[in-house]
């Protein structure tokens, strides 16, 4: 009877720190060659050609909208800029504009976080191209205690949350939480 107590201890305490370790599923780096969705967080640079006055910089609010001038709030959460593009040129083609010519580009990409063992831990601005080494490299460097092979990162794909450890050369995308771990020696 203990031992079968103990068997089971001893199962549970290994199946705990397997799942501690898990390696970045396939769609982490699918999601690298998708089109670029917007979220929370984007500034984009909307120029409608000929208006002077439409033409500027506009931020997708927590709920995921762009108040625009004219046409009132514009969806953008999950939407790529070829969507908002049209989007827009259609809702001012609804008596505002007559043929309106709308180019969309992001100006600035929502941030990314990184916590752990890095010197200043943060939300930082997301550069396209940038790996996890950039982003450790932006906050701080890594504290005496880092491991430095590997970092957690934990991404929003299609809507879901995941978390998967990747190598420091690994790309991030705007909104990544990057955790770096201490190592055990």
């Excluded at 709030?73 to 309106?100: C, D, F, M, W």
Aim: charged fraction near 20%.
């Amino acid at each position: 009877m203990i031992s079968c107590v103990s068997t089971g201890l001893v199962a549970a305490t290994l199946s705990g720190c397997a799942t501690a370790y898990q390696p970045a599923p396939p769609a982490f780096h699918e999601a690298l060659q998708e089109v670029y969705r917007l979220d929370a967080g984007d500034r984009l640079r909307i120029t409608v050609f000929e208006q002077t006055d439409l033409t500027n910089t506009y931020s997708v609010d927590k709920a995921g909208y762009i108040a625009f001038p004219l046409v009132g709030s514009v969806a953008a959460r999950g939407r790529t800029i070829k969507e908002i593009e049209s989007g827009i040129a259609h809702k001012l083609a609804q008596g505002y504009i007559r043929n309106p010519d709308v180019s969309v580009e992001v100006d600035r990409y929502r941030p990314f976080f990184i916590m752990g063992e890095v010197g200043s831990p943060g939300q930082y601005t997301y550069v396209p191209g940038m790996t996890v080494q950039n982003a450790i490299a932006i906050a701080g460097g890594y504290t005496p205690r880092a491991q430095q092979q590997s970092a957690d990162v934990t991404r929003q794909i299609n809507g879901e949350v995941m978390t998967g450890r990747v190598p420091i050369t690994d790309p991030i995308l705007p909104g990544d939480t990057i955790y770096l771990l201490e190592r055990l020696f």
